[in-house]
């Protein structure tokens, strides 16, 4: 099962309960332990197409539990290079270690300042205690 | 009060028979070589020619389907085996939120199962299927005034059916009008069940939803913000999703109406009003009734059902066909003084040319048909609305008896109002203060041999425990769950972990659903 | 009446006072109105003994297999159900029980979807089955609506000799998909490959085609689907489950979905219903399939156990995003599938399909020999094949009925005048040949009557 409630100060989060991982023009992006733990244990994640154009807010692809379906949102927008395959063979990783192993896309980003107005980790923290 | 609950086995340390005997399948019973059904040779003058001189080869198969081999004994203890791993509704209380589980009569079953109905080919000839038609017609009369709508079709199979029919009617009503092509939107409430959207869809419209006011009624703010010249149909249940009649209703279908829309009513909770209030006179266009409800067709574990839809004046010449008429002959045919004079047809697209066609094969399910007929002549115009008001006095009585003690405390109602047939409380408290979740509540129901309200639904409840008892269940069946659930909640102040561990006595426990959904194994392997 | 209730007027004070209302009225909330302030217009309620009465003299004024010679088909047919069908599915733990939402308490009828899946997979030879839909051409309408979700196409391309009222179905539904139906007509008995290839184009979802077709005439079907795969195309086949026993499987042949009436499987005729649909599918399509679909799992302590698997497709949690709206479909039947088909057994379809097939070719040859009538097509059949013949149908079926034979259903006007007729093990070598005697003079009284009209019109 999943880990230890945690959100990483080296990541930014969107409101939708989703994380980037910047890394100058390209960033990482998965759901918070918070979105894991809501939905329950996944059991389908379909990885987007490579190469595909995704746009801040709009959603990309989406996460199955077995009671729920969820949208995945995008917390900025790019070109997608890179997909996690191995979580969609084995969706419970998202559980795992949704920070880790449980990625979903590697982004070429569009705008990088779009950043800005993602949260950090203390103001993810308390959107989600409200 | 009924007697004190005795608390079922809170460990699963010893397993009982049930859970002892593992799971076979009947491919697992399956010797070569035994069988069941003889059947007969052939009895072609000149002898059998080998099958390939019939058929060429490349269009049969190399081998047989690999179907069981059992004998008749075999497969009459198999499948009282798995009988006997099923709860149902004649073993006791079936409080399923939204599914109306009430008593289904036996003779509603001895009626169908009589050849001139069971044995009725489909495709006969209108003419000798006068007595079918008949009671078809009758049926729809019935319907008809029951819904307080001048028109009804019987051919969707199943409340979802009736829905997507209710949508292609709607199309077509303003495909007629001109206005097909702007009125792309259908409107829902954030109550509505799941099968409401998806028929949205498939119809090729948008849902647009709309919200719930601090009553549990339709936000009218809301829906005049929503309602313009694009929405095509508002779809609605009242009493709603949370048993609770909306008071604004008039308001509401006039403000849809006025924009140019149809008035869908889901009859999902149809038997809470039947001989007190009538969609029709609430102002909806369409309504569909589910016989397996209000109108007492077994549920089968999952159908058959049937969906009815009656209409308005201004929908009836889109029905689908084909539709039946009563035709009244001026005179007797033929020398027969007492033939009838009143036949019955089935009238096609030729005279329907406005209609939306067929949405299934030959005239629907008519052995539903049959039953919920019967149901209706037993009960008749009194009965039905004896029986509404015992299904809204029992749920009310249970309301109150949930309101006290513990279920009070930890399962509050979710809108405090006077509900119908069924009411909704929120498990929050109980999650909050016992640490146990709705779902643990339900499962340790399992235990005391009931079986749970209806639960997560509607999705604007947390922790949503959905209760129609319906007009079946006497004082003390109602008692008994009242208590049950006392005792649970008991229970859990003492040691939650009991619940959520819970059931310990079905014939299997909590199942690995996420297992199932990660590597669906949904045949047998047959090697 | 009772009402089949049982509270009685004490107690029915007695739960008013503990609700705190002093009349049932107060309990209803309803604006006055749209309160119904008369009785419903509905006759008084009657006893069980007059609504059997009722009932059964609504029965005898209708011609059942049981009262005359059944030659009717075009989707139900009038097989044997054995008894045990109904003495099981007539068990209250099977009969009374809501969709299995419970898994723990439902094991019984959670195994049977199981044991009907894996059953249908095999007729099929497809890997992918439902619990069942509604019926027959309703699925056809559903494979379309997978086929869309699939390709990202909305054009069909249905071969006539799939039944009309599956043409007509589709028809209904695709108006709101949307999508556009084109029709490919039959030469000699089988879909018009040269005209089905024109039709097809890159724009087609699907391809629709009925194994055996509705004229009785068995489908190529690797052919079709070379075509329809070619194009990018799904290829769906309407199926008789029953002729699936002694045929290729459609899977094995390149068909993608395959769908179909379960009634021949042991659910009676019912005038048309409660029967069910079946609906078969590639893997490719797991997460596209409509209704229910059971899953063999294990419980906490490890026993094998059941539930209804891959539900996030389902409207009640996908909602308007749902691969279909189907909720409570057919349960009941398919479980009465499921016991027909242990009950026939592996060798015991396969024994059923050829002695169809050996009848239907006898009654066929046996009816082509009759004066006046021709055959529409002289494809191999199974178990239904269609006849014309130059006189009123309606005349000639009034004829045949007055000798107790329900001697077919009359065939649509595209595929000209006659009759297609159906072919079960109930029917013998006597009731056929009777049937073409019967049909021989309906034919010849037909036509000498129509003879005569036309003389007093002269």
């Known amino acids: 099962m999943a880990t230890e409630e945690s959100y990483p100060e080296d990541l930014r989060y969107h409101p939708e309960h989703d994380w980037a991982r910047i890394e100058g023009d390209q960033a990482t992006f998965g759901i918070t332990w918070y979105a894991q733990d809501s939905l329950g244990d996944v059991v389908f994640f379909d990885p987007p197409e490579v190469g595909a154009t995704i746009a801040k807010d709009e959603p990309y692809t989406e996460v199955e539990s077995v009671k729920a379906v969820s949208d995945v949102i995008a917390p900025l927008s790019g070109e997608i290079l890179e997909v996690n395959d191995e979580a969609g063979t084995n969706p419970e990783l998202i559980n795992t270690d949704p920070y880790g192993q449980g990625w979903m896309v590697k982004v070429k980003l569009t705008d990088t300042s779009e950043v800005e107005a993602l949260l950090d980790a203390d103001g993810y923290r308390e959107l989600i205690a409200e | 009060m009924s007697d004190a609950v005795v608390d079922p086995p809170a460990t699963a340390e010893v397993p009982t028979p049930m859970q002892r005997d593992r799971a076979t399948t009947i491919y697992e019973r399956s010797v070569p070589g035994r069988r069941a059904a003889a059947i007969p040779a052939s009895g072609v003058p000149g002898g059998d020619v080998p099958i390939d001189e019939l058929i060429p080869s490349r269009l049969l198969r190399d081998e047989p389907a690999r179907l069981p081999e059992v004998s008749e004994p075999e497969i009459v203890r198999h499948y009282n085996r798995l009988s006997r791993r099923n709860f149902d509704l004649d073993s006791g209380i079936y409080p399923l939120g939204s599914c109306t589980m009430k008593?289904?009569?036996?003779?509603?079953?001895?009626?169908?199962?009589?050849?001139?109905?069971?044995?009725?080919?489909?495709?006969?000839?209108?003419?000798?299927?006068?007595?079918?038609?008949?009671?078809?017609?009758?049926?729809?009369?019935?319907?008809?005034?029951?819904?307080?709508?001048?028109?009804?079709?019987?051919?969707?199979?199943?409340?979802?059916?009736?829905?997507?029919?209710?949508?292609?009617?709607?199309?077509?009503?303003?495909?007629?009008?001109?206005?097909?092509?702007?009125?792309?939107?259908?409107?829902?409430?954030?109550?509505?069940?799941?099968?409401?959207?998806?028929?949205?869809?498939?119809?090729?419209?948008?849902?647009?939803?709309?919200?719930?006011?601090?009553?549990?009624?339709?936000?009218?703010?809301?829906?005049?913000?929503?309602?313009?010249?694009?929405?095509?149909?508002?779809?609605?249940?009242?009493?709603?999703?949370?048993?609770?009649?909306?008071?604004?209703?008039?308001?509401?279908?006039?403000?849809?109406?006025?924009?140019?829309?149809?008035?869908?009513?889901?009859?999902?909770?149809?038997?809470?009003?039947?001989?007190?209030?009538?969609?029709?006179?609430?102002?909806?266009?369409?309504?569909?009734?589910?016989?397996?409800?209000?109108?007492?067709?077994?549920?089968?574990?999952?159908?058959?059902?049937?969906?009815?839809?009656?209409?308005?004046?201004?929908?009836?010449?889109?029905?689908?066909?084909?539709?039946?008429?009563?035709?009244?002959?001026?005179?007797?045919?033929?020398?027969?003084?007492?033939?009838?004079?009143?036949?019955?047809?089935?009238?096609?697209?030729?005279?329907?040319?406005?209609?939306?066609?067929?949405?299934?094969?030959?005239?629907?399910?008519?052995?539903?048909?049959?039953?919920?007929?019967?149901?209706?002549?037993?009960?008749?115009?009194?009965?039905?609305?004896?029986?509404?008001?015992?299904?809204?006095?029992?749920?009310?009585?249970?309301?109150?008896?949930?309101?006290?003690?513990?279920?009070?405390?930890?399962?509050?109602?979710?809108?405090?109002?006077?509900?119908?047939?069924?009411?909704?409380?929120?498990?929050?408290?109980?999650?909050?203060?016992?640490?146990?979740?709705?779902?643990d509540i339900a499962k340790r129901l399992l235990d005391h041999n009931m079986h749970p309200p209806t639960v997560y639904f509607p999705l604007l409840v947390d922790e949503a425990l959905m209760i129609e008892p319906t007009e079946t269940e006497t004082r003390e069946s109602l008692d008994g769950f009242a208590d049950a659930v006392e005792a649970i909640l008991a229970e859990a102040e003492q040691d939650p972990e009991i619940a959520r561990q819970a059931p310990y006595t079905t014939p299997v426990r909590r199942l690995d659903e996420a297992g199932a959904a990660r590597n669906p194994v949904v045949r047998q392997d047959l090697g | 009446m009772s009402g089949y209730t049982s509270v009685t007027?004490?107690?029915?004070?007695?739960?008013?006072?503990?609700?705190?209302?002093?009349?049932?009225?107060?309990?209803?909330?309803?604006?006055?109105?749209?309160?119904?302030?008369?009785?419903?217009?509905?006759?008084?309620?009657?006893?069980?003994?007059?609504?059997?009465?009722?009932?059964?003299?609504?029965?005898?004024?209708?011609?059942?297999?049981?009262?005359?010679?059944?030659?009717?088909?075009?989707?139900?047919?009038?097989?044997?159900?054995?008894?045990?069908?109904?003495?099981?599915?007539?068990?209250?733990?099977?009969?009374?029980?809501?969709?299995?939402?419970?898994?723990?308490?439902?094991?019984?009828?959670?195994?049977?979807?199981?044991?009907?899946?894996?059953?249908?997979?095999?007729?099929?030879?497809?890997?992918?089955?439902?619990?069942?839909?509604?019926?027959?051409?309703?699925?056809?309408?559903?494979?379309?609506?997978?086929?869309?979700?699939?390709?990202?196409?909305?054009?069909?391309?249905?071969?006539?000799?799939?039944?009309?009222?599956?043409?007509?179905?589709?028809?209904?539904?695709?108006?709101?998909?949307?999508?556009?139906?084109?029709?490919?007509?039959?030469?000699?008995?089988?879909?018009?490959?040269?005209?089905?290839?024109?039709?097809?184009?890159?724009?087609?979802?699907a391809v629709f085609v009925q194994y055996p077709n509705f004229v009785g005439a068995i489908e190529d079907l690797e052919a079709i689907a070379a075509v329809a795969h070619d194009a990018g195309a799904l290829l769906i086949a309407a199926c008789d489950p029953i002729a699936l026993g002694i045929l290729r499987a459609p899977g094995d042949a390149g068909v993608d979905i395959a769908v179909g009436e379960g009634q021949p499987l042991g659910n009676r005729l019912d005038y048309g219903g409660p029967s069910f649909g079946f609906f078969c599918a590639t893997e490719a399509q797991i997460r596209r399939m409509p209704g229910r679909i059971a899953g063999e799992t294990t419980d906490v302590d490890g026993r094998r156990g059941f539930v209804l698997a891959l539900q996030t497709r389902e409207q009640h949690i996908r909602r308007e995003k749902a691969t279909h709206n189907?909720?409570?479909?057919?349960?009941?039947?398919?479980?009465?599938?499921?016991?027909?088909?242990?009950?026939?057994?592996?060798?015991?379809?396969?024994?059923?399909?050829?002695?169809?097939?050996?009848?239907?070719?006898?009654?066929?040859?046996?009816?082509?020999?009759?004066?006046?009538?021709?055959?529409?097509?002289?494809?191999?059949?199974?178990?239904?094949?269609?006849?014309?013949?130059?006189?009123?149908?309606?005349?000639?079926?009034?004829?045949?009925?007055?000798?107790?034979?329900?001697?077919?259903?009359?065939?649509?006007?595209?595929y000209g005048n006659g009759l297609l007729v159906a072919i079960t093990e109930q029917r013998t070598i006597e009731q056929i040949d009777r049937l073409a005697e019967v049909l021989g003079d309906g034919i010849a009284l037909a036509r000498s009557a129509g003879a005569k009209r036309e003389e007093v019109t002269a």
């Open chain 2, 103 to 439: 008593h289904n009569p036996r003779i509603n079953e001895r009626v169908a199962a009589l050849p001139g109905h069971a044995r009725l080919h489909p495709a006969q000839d209108p003419a000798r299927a006068q007595g079918a038609l008949e009671l078809m017609w009758s049926l729809e009369r019935s319907l008809s005034e029951i819904c307080g709508l001048p028109h009804v079709s019987l051919q969707p199979s199943a409340g979802s059916h009736g829905e997507l029919a209710g949508l292609l009617l709607t199309r077509a009503f303003h495909e007629a009008n001109g206005d097909a092509g702007t009125r792309t939107r259908v409107l829902t409430p954030d109550t509505a069940h799941g099968t409401n959207p998806a028929s949205v869809t498939m119809a090729g419209y948008e849902v647009v939803k709309v919200a719930t006011n601090e009553d549990g009624g339709v936000d009218l703010d809301d829906l005049r913000a929503k309602t313009d010249e694009r929405v095509a149909c508002l779809m609605l249940t009242n009493p709603n999703t949370l048993g609770l009649f909306d008071r604004n209703i008039a308001e509401i279908t006039g403000i849809v109406r006025e924009a140019g829309g149809t008035l869908y009513y889901d009859g999902a909770n149809l038997n809470a009003i039947m001989g007190h209030s009538r969609p029709g006179d609430m102002g909806f266009d369409i309504v569909h009734v589910n016989l397996h409800k209000s109108f007492s067709q077994p549920h089968g574990g999952g159908g058959p059902g049937a969906g009815p839809i009656a209409v308005s004046e201004r929908i009836e010449p889109y029905l689908p066909v084909p539709r039946i008429e009563r035709v009244e002959a001026g005179s007797a045919n033929g020398s027969n003084g007492d033939a009838p004079h009143v036949r019955f047809e089935l009238r096609g697209a030729e005279d329907h040319p406005a209609s939306i066609g067929r949405l299934r094969g030959f005239q629907g399910n008519f052995g539903v048909f049959v039953r919920s007929y019967a149901y209706i002549l037993s009960l008749g115009g009194d009965g039905l609305a004896e029986a509404s008001e015992t299904a809204v006095l029992n749920a009310n009585y249970l309301l109150a008896r949930m309101s006290e003690g513990r279920a009070g405390r930890y399962l509050p109602i979710a809108f405090d109002r006077r509900p119908m047939h069924e009411f909704v409380l929120s498990g929050s408290e109980a999650k909050k203060q016992l640490d146990i979740k709705t779902l």
């Open chain 3, 9 to 205: 007027g004490d107690e029915r004070r007695e739960m008013l006072a503990a609700i705190g209302v002093s009349s049932v009225e107060e309990l209803f909330d309803v604006p006055a109105g749209v309160r119904l302030d008369r009785d419903l217009d509905l006759p008084d309620g009657l006893t069980e003994a007059e609504v059997y009465e009722r009932m059964r003299d609504l029965a005898a004024r209708n011609a059942d297999a049981e009262s005359e010679i059944c030659f009717l088909g075009a989707g139900m047919y009038d097989h044997y159900a054995p008894a045990i069908v109904d003495a099981i599915v007539s068990r209250s733990e099977f009969l009374t029980p809501y969709t299995p939402y419970q898994p723990e308490i439902s094991q019984g009828g959670l195994q049977a979807m199981f044991e009907f899946q894996t059953a249908m997979t095999e007729l099929t030879g497809l890997p992918l089955s439902s619990a069942g839909l509604y019926e027959g051409p309703s699925t056809v309408a559903a494979a379309g609506y997978l086929a869309i979700g699939a390709t990202k196409r909305r054009r069909f391309v249905v071969s006539g000799g799939v039944n009309p009222e599956s043409r007509d179905t589709l028809a209904t539904y695709s108006a709101g998909y949307p999508a556009q139906v084109a029709t490919v007509p039959l030469a000699d008995g089988l879909t018009d490959l040269d005209a089905l290839a024109e039709a097809v184009d890159s724009e087609t979802a």
């Open chain 3, 326 to 414: 189907i909720c409570t479909a057919q349960a009941l039947n398919a479980l009465g599938g499921m016991i027909y088909l242990s009950w026939l057994g592996r060798r015991g379809l396969v024994e059923l399909g050829e002695l169809l097939v050996r009848r239907t070719h006898y009654a066929r040859e046996t009816l082509a020999a009759v004066d006046g009538v021709s055959l529409l097509h002289d494809q191999p059949v199974v178990r239904e094949f269609a006849i014309t013949f130059d006189a009123p149908v309606g005349r000639v079926l009034d004829h045949c009925a007055s000798a107790g034979i329900a001697a077919g259903v009359p065939l649509a006007e595209e």
